[in-house]
């Protein structure tokens, strides 16, 4: 069974900056994309930013400039930098590790890190 393990989330004023962690159980390399998400309260949960196995990352405009995804396939870990952080990026963000299967696709889920930005 994958297991994800998120960490870093904080509170934290405006401009400032944080970094997630998320650190699977096994290989991320049987992974096909590993990516963030968040959820603020009483809104669905987003897309943050995503990256691939062959290291193409993706963002929300949201956090584009902002927000960098990045890898180390040593420590098994998907790292968020989020610097000038605001108020609407409050919200408890989530990793995600997803391998794409035959005939569907493997989606697997951390318990979730609180990220609290204030003003």
Do not use: H
């Amino acid at each position: 069974q994958v297991q994800l393990v998120e960490s870093g989330g904080d509170l934290v004023q405006v401009g400032g900056s944080l970094r997630l962690s998320c650190v699977a159980s096994g290989s991320i390399f049987s992974f096909n994309a590993m990516g963030w998400y968040r959820q603020a309260p009483g809104k669905q949960r987003e897309l943050v930013a995503t990256i691939t196995s062959a290291g193409y990352r993706n963002y929300a405009d949201s956090v584009k400039g902002r927000y960098t995804i990045s890898r180390d396939n040593g420590k098994n870990a998907v790292y968020l930098q989020m610097n000038s952080l605001k108020p609407e990026d409050t919200a408890v963000y989530y990793c995600k590790a997803t391998r794409i299967g035959t005939l569907r696709d493997y989606d697997y889920w951390g318990q979730g890190t609180q990220v609290t930005v204030s003003s």
